[in-house]
C-alpha cells in the first residue's frame, strides 16, 4: 500500500524537477589567463564593446569534427579504462570531439525517478579530459626533461601553479547528462573563443511518455557563424515485429518536442528547433533491428553479409523510404553489428560458452548508429571501436564540416553589450578536482518564451 501512495508523488515529485533543471550544463570555465567563453545567457551586465576591424567578408573554413556514440550498459569507468581506441587521438587530431553515451547508470526505477548521480558524468568527462589532453602533458614533461619516476610522482602530485602552466588541447564547451543518456562536448583550446550561446534541450520519451529512461539530450552552439546541433539518443527498444513504430514515435516526438531558447539578449535571434540549425547530427542507441528470423539473421552475420543484412534494417528502410528520418543520411556500414554482445568477449548473445541457449533471444544488430541531414557535412570516417566494457560496441564518425567564418575580427574576448542584458539565468562556480586552479561552472538557463 505504501509503494502504491508513493509512486505518484516521486512521479509528480521527477516531472516537477525535471522541467525546472532540464536547461542546465557543465562546462569548463577558462580562467583568466584564458580566452573568455562568451556565453550570453550569463546574468551579467552590459559590458563595452570591444573594438572591431570589420569588413563584409566571409569565408567558408573547414574543420574536422569526431562523433561517438556508447551505450556502456550502465558500467561505471574506471581511472584505468583506456579510450585511446575509440578516440584515437595518436593518429589524428579534430578540432571538436562530440561524445554521446547511453545507460551511463542502470536504468533502474531509483535512477529514473530520482535525481541524476552528477559523479558518473564527472568520471566519463575526467576520462575524456585526460585522453584528449594526453599529447599537451606528455610535452611538458618531456620539455621540462623529467624522468618516467619523476612523471609518476608529478602526476600524482601536481601543484595548482604547474596545473596552469600545462595548456590544455581541448576544453570541455558542454556536457549534459539526463538519466543515462549523457552528451559531452570538447574543443579545441585555441578555438574556444568562437564559440558561442551553448544551450541544451532534455526530452524525455520513457515510462508515461515522458521520463528520461529514453528520449534525447540535445546541444546548440554557434563555432564562428554557423550553428551546430547534437541529438544523443537512446530509443524504444525491443525486437518484436511493428516495435520498430515505438522508435520511429521518438524520434518524432524528439524533433516537435525539442526547443532551444531563441533570444538571449538584444536584437538576437537563435535556431528554436533542431532542424532549424545549419548542421545537425543524430547519434546514439536507436534500437533498429534487423527484421529477418533470428536464425538467419545469425548466420549471415556469420558469413559477414552486410550487403543482405542491410537490405533488412529497420533504420535504413526508414531513411530510404520512411518519413521519421525524412531526409536524413548515413555513411556506408562496413563493420559488423554492434549489438548484443557478451560481457567482456567477441561472441554475440544468444549461446553460452558451452553451447546451451541464452534466456532471452537477441539477434544481432546494428543498434548505435549516426546519421547526419543538412548541407556543409562530409563523412571521413564511419566505424566501430572494439572496447568491450558493455554488450554494446561504440560507433564513430568522422566528418569535414564547412563553417562560415567572418572577417570581424575581436581585439579583446568579453561579453559584446549588443547581446544586451539576458534574464532569467545564473551561475554556479565550483572547483575543478581534475585541475586545480581552474573552476567549472553549471549554466542555470531558463526557457525564453
Known amino acids: 500500500m505504501r509503494g502504491e501512495v508513493m509512486w505518484p508523488r516521486l512521479v509528480a515529485s521527477k516531472l516537477l524537477r525535471k522541467t525546472l533543471g532540464s536547461n542546465n550544463f557543465v562546462a569548463d570555465f577558462p580562467g583568466n589567463t584564458y580566452s573568455f567563453l562568451d556565453l550570453p545567457t550569463l546574468d551579467l551586465e552590459p559590458v563595452p564593446s570591444p573594438k572591431i576591424l570589420f569588413t563584409n567578408h566571409h569565408d567558408t573554413q573547414k574543420f574536422k569534427v569526431f562523433i561517438s556514440t556508447w551505450n556502456v550498459g550502465g558500467v561505471a569507468p574506471t581511472e584505468y579504462l583506456n579510450i585511446d581506441d575509440l578516440l584515437d587521438t595518436s593518429n589524428t587530431t579534430c578540432d571538436i570531439y562530440v561524445l554521446g553515451f547511453q545507460e551511463v547508470v542502470p536504468l533502474r526505477a531509483s535512477n529514473v525517478l530520482g535525481s541524476d548521480k552528477k559523479k558518473i558524468s564527472t568520471k566519463w568527462n575526467s576520462l575524456i579530459r585526460r585522453t584528449l589532453n594526453k599529447k599537451s602533458h606528455d610535452r611538458y614533461y618531456k620539455n621540462n626533461n623529467l624522468s618516467d619516476k619523476q612523471q609518476r610522482v608529478t602526476k600524482v602530485m601536481k601543484s595548482n601553479a604547474e596545473s596552469s602552466m600545462i595548456r590544455p588541447e581541448f576544453w570541455c564547451l558542454i556536457s549534459k547528462q539526463m538519466v543515462g543518456i549523457m552528451i559531452s562536448v570538447w574543443v579545441r583550446s585555441d578555438l574556444h573563443p568562437f564559440f558561442r550561446n551553448p544551450s541544451v534541450s532534455c526530452v524525455g520519451c520513457g515510462i508515461m511518455g515522458c521520463l528520461g529512461n529514453k528520449g534525447s539530450v540535445s546541444v546548440r552552439f554557434q563555432f564562428h557563424e554557423t550553428s551546430f546541433c547534437f541529438v544523443c539518443t537512446h530509443l524504444a527498444s525491443g525486437g518484436r515485429e511493428g516495435d520498430e513504430r515505438f522508435r520511429n514515435s521518438n524520434a518524432t516526438e524528439i524533433f516537435s518536442r525539442t526547443s532551444f531558447p531563441t533570444a538571449m539578449g538584444l536584437s538576437l535571434d537563435l535556431p528554436k528547433t533542431i532542424l532549424d540549425h545549419d548542421r545537425v547530427v543524430l547519434l546514439g542507441d536507436l534500437n533498429y533491428r534487423i527484421s529477418l528470423p533470428e536464425n538467419e539473421t545469425r548466420l549471415l552475420v556469420n558469413r559477414k553479409d552486410w550487403n543482405t543484412l542491410l537490405e533488412n534494417d529497420q533504420l535504413r528502410m526508414e531513411l530510404m523510404d520512411g518519413q521519421a528520418f525524412e531526409a536524413w543520411h548515413e555513411g556506408t556500414i562496413s563493420f559488423a553489428p554492434t549489438y548484443k554482445y557478451q560481457l567482456n568477449c567477441d561472441e554475440y548473445y544468444g549461446c553460452g560458452p558451452l553451447g546451451t541457449k541464452a534466456k532471452k533471444k537477441r539477434a544481432p544488430a546494428w543498434c548505435d548508429r549516426i546519421i547526419w541531414t543538412g548541407e556543409g557535412l562530409k563523412q571521413l570516417l564511419y566505424?566501430?571501436?572494439?572496447?568491450?566494457?558493455?554488450?554494446?560496441?561504440?560507433?564513430?564518425?568522422?566528418?569535414?564540416?564547412?563553417?562560415?567564418?567572418?572577417?570581424?575580427?575581436?581585439?579583446?574576448?568579453?561579453?559584446?553589450?549588443?547581446?544586451?542584458?539576458?534574464?532569467?539565468?545564473?551561475?554556479?562556480?565550483?572547483?575543478?578536482?581534475?585541475?586545480?586552479?581552474r573552476l567549472s561552472f553549471d549554466v542555470k538557463n531558463k526557457m525564453t518564451p
Do not use: I, W
Open 383 to 437: 566505424t566501430r571501436s572494439e572496447t568491450k566494457l558493455s554488450d554494446h560496441r561504440p560507433v564513430k564518425a568522422m566528418f569535414s564540416v564547412e563553417v562560415k567564418v567572418s572577417r570581424t575580427r575581436y581585439q579583446s574576448f568579453c561579453l559584446s553589450e549588443r547581446f544586451g542584458r539576458p534574464r532569467h539565468s545564473n551561475l554556479d562556480f565550483h572547483s575543478n578536482d581534475e585541475y586545480p586552479g
